[in-house]
């Protein structure tokens, strides 16, 4: 056993991490995340914060058995390198020698760290329990109810069969309709970054919006850890391209046998449905390339519905009977809240944002802030004119996710987490996006989308009738402590000269849906020509 400096030294030594990959290889139900390779890239990169633990167990110089572990800085836990990153932690070993090692280990655990809890969360499948729940009471386990963990095998007829079903081809005509569809796997250096790049602005955009959390953005390490594990190509990267548009991304650890999904993909394609093509096209491909199994990891919902195969995993606790309780109820008490929600029709993201919103509405109480009410309306139309002359402001961007990533709370009347949904929910039916993002803020926003499809709270009652030959400029952002009255009008000259170009009208009417206590919006509107309409 070794911990600290002296574990993160072990990666240097040439003879110990031969004898890893050896037993590595020798494992049946290694993963990925036991490689000498990510377990290394991921203890240098996170060492300061998560405290590398190596035990194992050799004989005559051969490796028998291996477990790479890390001591959390805050708390008692002990979890399995990679920590929350890694799907699958267990040990490596042989199966004759697996009882012994386990065991021993556990029994080498609890006497170095009497106070600390080991929680391994899902063992791999095909990891040998037996000999874990009948050990002695002290070095006793608590395993998990089984939980299902679907997979694809790559040469299953199926997959071929459904991507030339009916569903995913009129999915597929429809998306080339927009350009030419390509499929491709990454294998240059430079294209490799610049689709991690991609992945990364996909994948917090999503996070940040279902739950709260953009993971790059909040985790320093992450980004470079990926990078290392690029350039040990640890890797599987593959694009689904519409034109040069990249509609999805999937990055995915390379296993002995498998690369696991790791696909996310732009919101302006959701109607396509893009990661489920994403996926039966790249299981096609890694059939092609020899690989077996493209793993779907531990989860129902989508996957089960993809899945050609489905096994199990478990987790394991142990060392601390009191912590394993707690865990147990914390995950009952879980399952029971997330049952009721269901049984009410509430998802657990609506909860998250009902929550966030109660919370700020009353930090805003409590400092004398405006109430977050949907306020009043005033709906402007008028008709898109070219830009006046050269604008020598900052350049509008359109439909940047990652712009959008850099709202600050702050400075606006929604929470981190409701904007961030909305603005999916927004781009996922079809609505567009301007942008400004100075000094790490997202300093302007606005949005746009064709009368006839959105859905404005609070301004439907007032609405003039819907046309399809309409657009809605609304929702129009500041950040608070951004003086840009004075450059709002350059600003919305940008947008309505771009919107015909932008939805494909040739001319269209427009109209401006500001709050009715905007004054300098409403002055810039009646400034460029636009009358009132209507007033809510």
Same mark, same amino acid.
């Given at each position: 056993?070794?911990?600290?400096? @002296?574990?993160?030294?072990?990666?240097?030594?040439?003879?110990?991490?031969?004898?890893?990959?050896?037993?590595?290889?020798?494992?049946?139900?290694?993963?990925?995340?036991?490689?000498?390779?990510?377990?290394?890239?991921?203890?240098?990169?996170?060492?300061?914060?998560?405290?590398?633990?190596?035990?194992?167990?050799?004989? %005559?110089?051969?490796?028998?058995?291996?477990?790479?572990?890390?001591? %959390? @800085?805050?708390?008692?836990?002990?979890?399995? %390198?990679?920590?929350?990153?890694?799907?699958?932690?267990?040990?490596?070993?042989?199966?004759?020698?697996?009882?012994?090692?386990?065991?021993?280990?556990?029994?080498?655990?609890?006497?170095?760290?009497?106070?600390?809890?080991?929680?391994?969360?899902?063992?791999?499948?095909?990891?040998?329990?037996?000999?874990?729940?009948?050990?002695?009471? #002290?070095?006793?386990?608590?395993?998990?109810?089984?939980?299902?963990?679907?997979?694809?095998?790559?040469?299953?007829?199926?997959?071929?069969?459904?991507?030339?079903?009916?569903?995913?081809?009129?999915?597929?005509?429809?998306?080339?309709?927009?350009?030419?569809?390509?499929?491709?796997?990454?294998?240059?250096?430079?294209?490799?970054?610049?689709?991690?790049?991609? +992945?990364?602005?996909?994948?917090?955009?999503?996070?940040?919006?279902?739950?709260?959390?953009?993971?790059?953005?909040?985790?320093?390490?992450?980004?470079?850890?990926?990078?290392?594990?690029?350039?040990?190509?640890?890797?599987?990267?593959?694009?689904?391209?519409?034109?040069?548009?990249?509609?999805?991304?999937?990055?995915?650890?390379?296993?002995?046998?498998?690369?696991?999904?790791?696909?996310?993909?732009?919101?302006?394609?959701?109607?396509?449905?893009?990661?489920?093509?994403?996926?039966?096209?790249?299981?096609?491909?890694?059939?092609?390339?020899?690989?077996?199994?493209?793993?779907?990891?531990?989860?129902?919902?989508?996957?089960?519905?993809?899945?050609?195969?489905?096994?199990?995993?478990?987790?394991?606790?142990?060392?601390?009977?009191?912590?394993?309780?707690?865990?147990?109820?914390?995950?009952?008490?879980?399952?029971?809240?997330? #049952?009721?929600?269901?049984?009410?029709?509430?998802?657990?993201?609506?909860?998250?944002?009902?929550?966030?919103?109660?919370?700020?509405? %009353?930090?805003?109480?409590?400092?004398?802030?405006?109430?977050?009410?949907?306020?009043?309306?005033?709906?402007?139309?008028?008709?898109?004119?070219?830009?006046?002359?050269?604008?020598?402001?900052?350049?509008?961007?359109?439909? !940047?996710?990652?712009?959008?990533?850099?709202?600050?709370?702050?400075?606006?009347?929604?929470?981190?987490?409701?904007? !961030?949904?909305?603005?999916?929910?927004?781009?996922?039916?079809?609505?567009?996006? +301007?942008?400004?993002?100075?000094?790490?803020?997202?300093?302007?926003?606005?949005?746009?989308?064709?009368?006839? @499809?959105?859905?404005?709270?609070?301004?439907?009652?007032?609405?003039?009738?819907?046309?399809?030959?309409?657009?809605?400029?609304?929702?129009?952002?500041?950040?608070?402590?951004?003086?840009?009255?004075?450059?709002?009008?350059?600003?919305?000259?940008?947008?309505?000269?771009?919107?015909?170009?932008?939805?494909?009208?040739?001319?269209?009417?427009?109209?401006?849906?500001?709050?009715?206590?905007?004054?300098?919006?409403?002055?810039?509107?009646?400034?460029?020509?636009?009358?009132?309409?209507?007033?809510?």
């Amino acid at each position: 056993m070794c911990t600290g400096s @002296e574990a993160l030294a072990m990666l240097d030594d040439a003879h110990f991490m031969q004898r890893w990959q050896s037993l590595y290889g020798l494992c049946p139900w290694a993963t990925g995340y036991q490689s000498p390779a990510y377990v290394g890239a991921w203890y240098r990169h996170y060492s300061a914060s998560c405290k590398p633990l190596l035990l194992w167990a050799e004989s %005559a110089g051969v490796l028998l058995g291996l477990l790479t572990l890390t001591l %959390a @800085e805050r708390g008692d836990l002990i979890v399995g %390198a990679g920590a929350h990153q890694a799907a699958y932690q267990v040990w490596l070993a042989t199966p004759e020698s697996s009882a012994a090692f386990i065991g021993a280990t556990l029994a080498a655990l609890r006497a170095a760290y009497p106070r600390r809890h080991l929680h391994l969360k899902h063992l791999a499948p095909g990891t040998p329990l037996e000999g874990l729940r009948d050990a002695p009471a #002290a070095l006793r386990c608590s395993l998990s109810a089984p939980e299902p963990r679907p997979y694809m095998r790559t040469d299953a007829d199926r997959i071929v069969k459904s991507f030339n079903g009916k569903t995913n081809r009129n999915l597929y005509n429809r998306l080339k309709r927009l350009g030419e569809v390509q499929f491709r796997v990454v294998t240059d250096a430079v294209e490799l970054s610049a689709a991690l790049d991609e +992945y990364i602005r996909q994948y917090d955009f999503r996070q940040a919006a279902m739950y709260d959390c953009a993971p790059f953005r909040v985790d320093p390490s992450k980004k470079a850890f990926y990078r290392r594990l690029l350039a040990d190509g640890m890797l599987h990267v593959s694009l689904l391209q519409v034109g040069d548009a990249v509609v999805s991304v999937n990055v995915g650890l390379r296993g002995p046998d498998s690369v696991q999904v790791g696909i996310t993909h732009s919101p302006l394609y959701a109607d396509y449905s893009p990661g489920r093509l994403h996926t039966y096209m790249l299981c096609m491909e890694l059939a092609k390339e020899g690989c077996r199994n493209f793993d779907l990891t531990p989860g129902g919902g989508y996957k089960s519905q993809l899945a050609t195969d489905t096994d199990e995993v478990v987790e394991l606790s142990a060392l601390n009977t009191l912590h394993t309780l707690r865990l147990q109820r914390r995950a009952r008490l879980a399952k029971l809240a997330s #049952a009721w929600l269901g049984r009410l029709g509430v998802t657990t993201t609506a909860a998250r944002l009902a929550l966030a919103r109660a919370k700020k509405s %009353a930090r805003m109480a409590l400092s004398g802030a405006l109430p977050l009410t949907a306020g009043k309306y005033c709906i402007y139309r008028g008709v898109p004119k070219a830009a006046s002359g050269a604008c020598s402001m900052p350049a509008l961007r359109a439909n !940047q996710i990652d712009d959008l990533l850099h709202y600050d709370e702050a400075g606006g009347r929604k929470t981190y987490h409701e904007f !961030q949904y909305d603005a999916m929910k927004r781009l996922e039916s079809r609505q567009h996006v +301007y942008t400004i993002v100075h000094e790490d803020k997202l300093v302007f926003c606005a949005w746009i989308g064709k009368r006839a @499809e959105l859905a404005l709270p609070g301004a439907n009652e007032k609405m003039p009738a819907e046309s399809d030959g309409v657009i809605a400029l609304y929702d129009i952002y500041r950040h608070a402590r951004a003086s840009l009255d004075d450059r709002l009008r350059g600003y919305l000259e940008q947008i309505l000269s771009d919107l015909p170009g932008r939805l494909g009208l040739e001319a269209a009417s427009v109209d401006l849906v500001l709050h009715a206590h905007d004054k300098a919006a409403r002055s810039v509107a009646e400034q460029a020509g636009f009358r009132l309409l209507a007033q809510s």
